[in-house]
């Protein structure tokens, strides 16, 4: 098999009530294409055809703790008023994009934001609500922020692992908390 998911070769089996495959897929691959192809009379019925995304175990141990760390070290320094320690929280290209649709992007530009913009105001009480991973490389994270003062929001971030620097902030985008 290849990486992508095409067959080099048939599957071939006498009579079976049950086949299952497991193939890698490449980490770009847009289209998954699942058929069946009859070289002689026959008959095929597909129940159902599953596709799941990298098992918890593979990661590991450590990264829910790394990704908790990083959210506790970007509310310290958003608490503290540190608009250059809360931007290198977030990658390079990181991106806010706020609730009125503002999005800053690049971490220069994140850095003036929480230095001086409106957004970098108000201590607030930072909780991680669930962690999801995408692949071994890449999770959202549901969060919530209490305000001293102003309305709670609800917070997404898309946190980004990359060999060099470990996990950062790609995208952030608060919500008013219902």
């Known amino acids: 098999m290849e990486y992508g998911g095409r067959a080099d070769e048939a599957i071939t089996s006498t009579h079976w009530n049950f086949y299952q495959v497991n193939v890698p897929i490449y980490q770009r691959a847009v289209y998954l294409e699942v058929g069946v192809q009859l070289n ?43 608009g250059r320690v809360t931007a290198e929280n977030y990658r390079e290209d990181g991106e806010y994009l706020a609730m ?3 999005r800053v992007t690049g971490r220069d530009a994140l850095e003036r934001m929480w230095t001086a913009g409106p957004y970098g105001g108000g201590p607030a009480t930072r909780t991680v609500e669930k962690i999801d991973f995408v692949s071994a490389s890449i999770a959202f994270v549901r969060g919530r922020a209490e305000f001293e003062t102003g309305p709670a929001r609800s917070e997404t971030f898309v946190v980004v692992r990359d060999s060099v620097r470990g996990w950062k902030i790609q995208l952030h985008e608060p919500a008013i908390a219902k």
């Open 40 to 82: 002689h009379l026959g008959t095929v019925w597909m129940d159902s055809v599953s596709l799941s995304t990298q098992p918890r175990s593979v990661r590991p141990p450590n990264d829910d703790e790394a990704i908790r760390a990083l959210m506790s070290a970007f509310a310290a320094a958003r608490n503290a008023g540190d």
């Open 100 to 102: 009125d649709g503002t």
